[in-house]
């Protein structure tokens, strides 16, 4: 197991911290494939979903071996990440409007959010290391996760937060979790580089989404997908785009499964960006080979609020690799996809809602079929974003001034 550049080849070992090759180029994990045994995992992994309070009852360390094997159990953390929810919804299927939709609700996890799945792997990665203060850039999902797991494991978080486009939800959620938040004049982008910069002289481990164990743990959320599923998978997989980090490691994990015989074949992939803030969409719908960033992006939908996202590369090889495609929504709907999946009693933040506004949209102009099916993942719980909420109307509300039988009974039969 090490850590290799994606675009220049060079190689280091997995026990240090690498955010990126002096090439510019952004490394990733390599296993030891020679190792892997598809039959014996296969049992493996099925053997451990009778789990229930060890460290493999985890959706993340149930397929170890093919994360982090080399981890020694005493920097393993967990608080049995993974293991969300998998719903077929009619109604979503219905405004999709394609044979089979399921969503992966990665919005369950502990901290509410998919970002759980990876920043435990790369915690754990930290811990090992020797870290005890761990930093990242975030919009807020990435910060939460952040800050619980330092707060589990008694260590400290750092946090660098954007003057704007961010949920101050999920800062208050930071906060509560006792990490030191970091406010500065800038955008995500250029809190990414200060810490790629210097992050070494300050003795920060940084857990944002161009650290490569971030991307083996996130595997694990196609791994449990296709697991539910008995080892197979949908003609789609949709999913949000905003740092991209969850395009790459769905597609590593696709290709760990293929090589493995797990699944025998590649769904295609669909990544859907708000239109506010869409570089990797206008990128791979120009046809062009570098991404032009956004200055100044903008979306209600803040998780998707990034201008320069760090893993286009690997986004686009993973599109490449399954004729995959991309899409750009409104906002206006982003907010109706949500309230189709909020009032089909599952829900989201407005982020995750791309994705079924994004699998609609591709319907309706005829590059997606009707008889196909999907899975779009929902990467944020209902109450991340509640700055998003005041401009979606409620279920009906209606006063009665004071109570009687008579007065209620008319307002919820009327």
Same mark, same amino acid.
């Given at each position: 197991?090490?850590?290799?550049?994606?675009?220049?080849?060079?190689?280091?070992?997995?026990?240090?911290?690498?955010?990126?090759?002096?090439?510019?180029?952004?490394?990733?994990?390599?296993?030891?494939?020679?190792?892997?045994?598809?039959?014996?995992?296969?049992?493996?992994?099925?053997?451990?979903?009778?789990?229930?309070?060890?460290?493999?009852?985890?959706?993340?360390?149930?397929?170890?071996?093919?994360?982090?094997?080399?981890?020694?159990?005493?920097?393993?953390?967990?608080?049995?990440?993974?293991?969300?929810?998998?719903?077929?919804?009619?109604?979503?299927?219905?405004?999709?409007?394609?044979?089979?939709?399921?969503?992966?609700?990665?919005?369950?996890?502990?901290?509410?959010?998919?970002?759980?799945?990876?920043?435990?792997?790369?915690?754990?990665?930290?811990?090992?290391?020797?870290?005890?203060?761990?930093?990242?850039?975030? !919009?807020?999902? !990435?910060?939460?996760?952040?800050?619980?797991?330092?707060?589990?494991?008694?260590?400290?978080?750092?946090?660098?937060?954007?003057?704007?486009?961010?949920?101050?939800?999920?800062?208050?959620?930071?906060?509560?979790?006792?990490?030191?938040?970091?406010?500065?004049?800038? !955008?995500?982008?250029?809190?990414?580089?200060?810490?790629?910069?210097?992050?070494?002289?300050?003795?920060?481990?940084?857990?944002?989404?161009?650290?490569?164990?971030?991307?083996?743990?996130?595997?694990?959320?196609?791994?449990?997908?296709?697991?539910?599923?008995?080892?197979?998978?949908?003609?789609?997989?949709?999913?949000?785009?905003?740092?991209?980090?969850?395009?790459?490691?769905?597609?590593?994990?696709?290709?760990?499964?293929?090589?493995?015989?797990?699944?025998?074949?590649?769904?295609?992939?669909?990544?859907?960006?708000?239109?506010?803030?869409?570089?990797?969409?206008?990128?791979?719908?120009?046809?062009?080979?570098?991404?032009?960033?956004?200055?100044?992006?903008? !979306?209600?939908?803040?998780?998707?609020?990034?201008?320069?996202?760090?893993?286009?590369?690997?986004?686009?090889?993973?599109?490449?690799?399954?004729?995959?495609?991309?899409?750009?929504?409104?906002?206006?709907?982003?907010?109706?996809?949500?309230?189709?999946?909020?009032?089909?009693?599952?829900?989201?933040?407005?982020?995750?809602?791309?994705?079924?506004?994004?699998?609609?949209?591709?319907?309706?102009?005829?590059?997606?079929?009707?008889?196909?099916?999907?899975?779009?993942?929902?990467?944020?719980?209902?109450?991340?974003?509640?700055?998003?909420?005041?401009?979606?109307?409620?279920?009906?509300?209606?006063?009665?001034?004071?109570?009687?039988?008579?007065?209620?009974?008319?307002?919820?039969?009327?």
């Amino acid at each position: 197991m090490k850590q290799r550049c994606t675009v220049c080849g060079r190689e280091w070992g997995i026990e240090r911290q690498v955010l990126r090759c002096p090439c510019g180029g952004l490394p990733e994990v390599e296993q030891n494939e020679r190792d892997w045994d598809g039959e014996r995992l296969r049992r493996l992994f099925d053997g451990r979903l009778a789990e229930r309070c060890s460290l493999y009852a985890s959706g993340v360390w149930r397929y170890k071996e093919l994360i982090h094997p080399q981890l020694a159990e005493v920097s393993t953390v967990t608080k049995y990440e993974g293991n969300t929810g998998l719903y077929a919804s009619e109604p979503v299927r219905a405004y999709a409007g394609v044979a089979q939709v399921l969503l992966k609700a990665q919005s369950e996890n502990p901290s509410g959010s998919f970002k759980d799945n990876g920043m435990v792997a790369a915690v754990s990665h930290g811990l090992s290391l020797g870290y005890r203060r761990f930093a990242c850039t975030s !919009t807020g999902n !990435t910060s939460a996760s952040l800050a619980m797991y330092a707060a589990l494991v008694g260590c400290e978080a750092c946090v660098f937060v954007p003057d704007s486009g961010i949920a101050e939800s999920k800062v208050l959620q930071t906060a509560a979790y006792g990490a030191r938040l970091i406010r500065f004049d800038g !955008t995500y982008d250029e809190g990414i580089r200060f810490l790629e910069a210097y992050a070494e002289e300050l003795g920060l481990y940084v857990c944002n989404s161009v650290n490569p164990l971030r991307i083996e743990g996130q595997k694990s959320i196609i791994y449990e997908l296709a697991h539910s599923l008995g080892w197979s998978l949908p003609d789609w997989i949709v999913l949000p785009g905003g740092a991209l980090s969850n395009v790459s490691a769905l597609g590593k994990g696709l290709r760990d499964l293929l090589r493995l015989g797990l699944i025998s074949r590649l769904p295609r992939v669909l990544v859907v960006q708000a239109e506010g803030a869409s570089p990797f969409h206008r990128l791979m719908s120009g046809g062009g080979e570098r991404l032009e960033p956004e200055p100044r992006p903008r !979306t209600l939908a803040s998780a998707l609020n990034i201008g320069s996202p760090p893993s286009w590369e690997k986004a686009r090889d993973v599109l490449r690799e399954t004729d995959g495609l991309t899409v750009a929504v409104s906002d206006e709907e982003i907010l109706e996809a949500k309230v189709c999946i909020d009032r089909a009693g599952i829900g989201c933040e407005p982020a995750s809602a791309a994705s079924v506004a994004g699998l609609r949209r591709l319907v309706r102009e005829g590059s997606i079929d009707k008889e196909a099916s999907a899975a779009c993942l929902l990467t944020g719980h209902l109450l991340k974003d509640l700055g998003a909420l005041k401009g979606i109307p409620a279920g009906h509300s209606r006063g009665t001034g004071g109570l009687d039988p008579g007065s209620v009974r008319s307002l919820i039969e009327g």
